[in-house]
């Protein structure tokens, strides 16, 4: 089997608009609605297409992406907008950009002199799409217009423009992005969501949120306390991590924008894991107010607390599925930590991980389909995943560095974990069926702990 195909269920596995095979729902393209409270798209054109270029299963399409027209400003530039665009693309897993620049830029010339797009010309340096496009920048806007042609047909596939604050360019590109991505294969992008996370830049572990590319890192948290444990509320304005306040543990939410904190729990003992329901009305998180480490369920105001499990065994780092209708977490009653999963109202749990002697900090897929989570494997930490109804593990890292901590991107296909290598810890995002590590961050601080947002409109 294809390492694309991996993790794909069968009837996942269909021909999509360009004639292959990706995930389902990819066979029709349609216009999408158009989205963002604070960017502003607009369709140049909307007729409705399907791309004619015949694919095998797992092969990506081919993108010409020449330097869009227009003069640049205030650090925003053709160049800049071409490098994040084309990290997205690439990075959604579907398509590869033309390597040599060279002849884009050439084709790219000749269409500009000329005032016609010289489709064969495309094709012939190995381009199956062409996006071309033009930014203008104001002083107090920003706007990227592109259109995306089918070259086989030569012919338009979609055209949108995108207006928004200056400082906001790089999210007007990301929208540009997710809206290709969701033309083209059906599938929504992930280029469009954050990712929080803990660091030690100013010497104490606080909570900091970035761009799913590493990009606008900013701190969350302002207290000087130290905040660990980062989960998304939907919607993504805010988070919920656990505080050390002295010798007292609590739980907080944590407002994205202004860094406000409102405690939610502070229960006498652990107040640790904290995770938000996929309805955001719930908080599953490990307590010991009852002298054991068991896994509770509270309200989103830290009331009425649930507990969910009883025994003599340390239960951990519950994440609901996304259904809201079960939890996994972590156990050490087979007397090594394990993966199990049980009913959110609690119940009688299903072993989940039976290979590797530790097992730790699963997440669930937003697919629903499987688990990734931190195992140590001949005494490296490494990521794997394990299919919920089969339990079928894979491991989609390798290599030495301790890898901990993943976190599923919304499109069920990505992941992002930290991995310390050389005495600093550092994030990363791979794709599960190519497995290739994209490094996300840098510095001499350490990264850790993160959690990716659901999409943000």
């Given at each position: 089997?294809p390492a694309t195909d991996r993790g794909l269920r069968k009837e996942e596995r269909v021909t999509n608009a360009f004639g292959g095979r990706t995930t389902r729902g990819a066979a029709r393209t349609s216009l999408a609605a158009?989205?963002?409270?604070?960017?502003?798209?607009?369709?140049?054109?909307?007729?409705?297409?399907?791309?004619?270029?015949?694919?095998?299963?797992?092969?990506?399409?081919?993108?010409?992406?020449?330097?869009?027209?227009?003069?640049?400003?205030?650090?925003?530039?053709?160049?800049?907008?071409?490098?994040?665009?084309?990290?997205?693309?690439?990075?959604?897993?579907?398509?590869?950009l033309v390597e040599n620049t060279e002849f884009v830029d050439d084709v790219e010339s000749d269409d500009r002199a000329t005032g016609d797009i010289d489709f064969p010309e495309w094709v012939a340096i190995g381009a199956e799409?062409?996006?071309?496009?033009?930014?203008?920048?104001?002083?107090?806007?920003?706007?990227?217009?592109?259109?995306?042609?089918?070259?086989?047909?030569?012919?338009?596939?979609?055209?949108?423009?995108?207006?928004?604050?200056?400082?906001?360019?790089?999210?007007?590109?990301?929208?540009?992005?997710?809206?290709?991505?969701?033309?083209?294969?059906?599938?929504?992008?992930?280029?469009?969501?954050?990712?929080?996370?803990?660091?030690?830049?100013?010497?104490?572990?606080?909570?900091?949120?970035?761009?799913?590319?590493?990009?606008?890192?900013?701190?969350?948290?302002?207290?000087?306390?130290?905040?660990?444990?980062?989960?998304?509320?939907?919607?993504?304005?805010?988070?919920?991590?656990?505080?050390?306040?002295?010798?007292?543990?609590?739980?907080?939410r944590a407002d994205v924008s202004s860094g406000a904190l409102d405690v939610v729990t502070s229960f006498p003992g652990l107040n640790a894991f904290p995770a938000v329901s996929p309805d955001g009305d719930e908080i599953a998180?490990?307590?010991?107010?009852?002298?054991?480490?068991?896994?509770?369920?509270?309200?989103?105001?830290?009331?009425?607390?649930?507990?969910?499990?009883?025994?003599?065994?340390?239960?951990?780092?519950?994440?609901?599925?996304?259904?809201?209708?079960?939890?996994?977490?972590?156990?050490?009653?087979?007397?090594?930590?394990?993966?199990?999963?049980?009913?959110?109202?609690?119940?009688?749990?299903?072993?989940?991980?039976?290979?590797?002697?530790?097992?730790?900090?699963?997440?669930?897929?937003?697919?629903?389909?499987?688990?990734?989570?931190?195992?140590?494997?001949?005494?490296?930490?490494?990521?794997?995943?394990?299919?919920?109804?089969?339990?079928?593990?894979?491991?989609?890292?390798?290599?030495?560095?301790?890898?901990?901590?993943?976190?599923?991107?919304?499109?069920?296909?990505?992941?992002?974990?930290?991995?310390?290598?050389?005495?600093?810890?550092?994030?990363?995002?791979?794709?599960?069926?190519?497995?290739?590590?994209?490094?996300?961050?840098?510095?001499?601080?350490?990264?850790?702990?993160?959690?990716?947002?659901?999409?943000?409109?």
């Open positions: 089997m158009a989205l963002l409270l604070l960017l502003t798209p607009a369709a140049l054109w909307a007729p409705e297409v399907r791309l004619s270029v015949q694919k095998g299963f797992g092969e990506k399409v081919v993108i010409a992406l020449p330097l869009f027209t227009g003069e640049g400003r205030g650090g925003i530039d053709p160049a800049g907008v071409r490098d994040v665009l084309g990290f997205d693309l690439a990075n959604s897993g579907y398509f590869s799409v062409l996006v071309k496009g033009s930014i203008d920048v104001g002083l107090t806007e920003f706007r990227v217009e592109a259109s995306v042609y089918d070259l086989a047909r030569g012919q338009p596939i979609f055209g949108r423009r995108y207006t928004g604050e200056p400082d906001r360019w790089r999210r007007a590109v990301h929208r540009l992005s997710d809206d290709i991505v969701r033309q083209l294969t059906g599938e929504p992008g992930v280029a469009s969501t954050q990712i929080a996370y803990v660091s030690n830049e100013t010497g104490t572990k606080v909570i900091y949120v970035m761009d799913y590319d590493g990009a606008n890192q900013r701190r969350v948290t302002r207290d000087g306390t130290l905040s660990i444990y980062p989960d998304w509320f939907p919607g993504g304005e805010a988070v919920i991590c656990t505080r050390f306040r002295g010798k007292r543990q609590e739980t907080y998180l490990s307590l010991s107010r009852d002298g054991n480490t068991e896994i509770y369920r509270v309200r989103a105001d830290g009331t009425s607390p649930r507990r969910l499990t009883f025994g003599r065994s340390t239960e951990s780092s519950p994440r609901w599925s996304p259904d809201g209708r079960r939890i996994v977490f972590v156990s050490d009653r087979a007397g090594t930590p394990q993966l199990y999963t049980m009913s959110a109202n609690g119940g009688s749990p299903d072993r989940l991980t039976y290979r590797g002697s530790y097992n730790t900090s699963p997440d669930w897929s937003p697919k629903g389909d499987l688990v990734a989570y931190t195992s140590r494997v001949e005494g490296v930490f490494q990521i794997c995943t394990v299919d919920v109804e089969t339990k079928e593990v894979v491991r989609i890292t390798a290599g030495p560095g301790h890898k901990e901590d993943p976190s599923w991107g919304p499109d069920g296909r990505h992941v992002v974990y930290s991995m310390t290598s050389g005495g600093s810890a550092d994030l990363y995002m791979i794709d599960i069926y190519d497995l290739e590590p994209v490094k996300l961050t840098s510095g001499t601080s350490d990264y850790s702990s993160p959690a990716w947002s659901g999409r943000l409109e």
